[in-house]
């Protein structure tokens, strides 16, 4: 399950149990995705996104099985939640109901990078030793939600190291 504790008291706010394995050992770095008030998360098993209300922890949606499993953090930008998967698929789908907006192959090897948008470029690495970027559709950038909070993962170190 998902636990939401509280930052100050660290006392459980919610939990929620999925029907769907939420184990995030087997690739160091899965985790949650937060934006707009919903948590974005993967589960290892058939490759299925969970939105949770980030208050409440009430499911909002689940998208479709995908197959394989999401390694990967998903990340969200204009609306539309990107996630990768070990299936070598990077998926665009709606934020708002979890519809499936585009997908697209990316070489021959499953993924477990962690996508970003930046000016309406979506990034992601394959484990084909290659690195994508993908028109995402959408304006703007990922700037709202963490990849990996506090981490070089995101797109804001980056363009910090470019201005040194």
Known sequence: GLHALDVDTGEEEWFFESERQLDTATYEGTMATVSDGVVYFPSEEHGALIALDAETGDEIWQAPDFGDPLFSSPTVAGGVVFASSSDSELRALDATTGELQWDTTLGELGSTSSPVVVAGIVYTANSDGHVYAIDAGVGGSSEDSRVL?????????????GEN
Not at 149 to 161: E, I, L, N, P, V
């Open 149 to 161: 909070h506090g981490t070089t993962s995101h797109h804001h170190a980056w363009a910090d190291q």
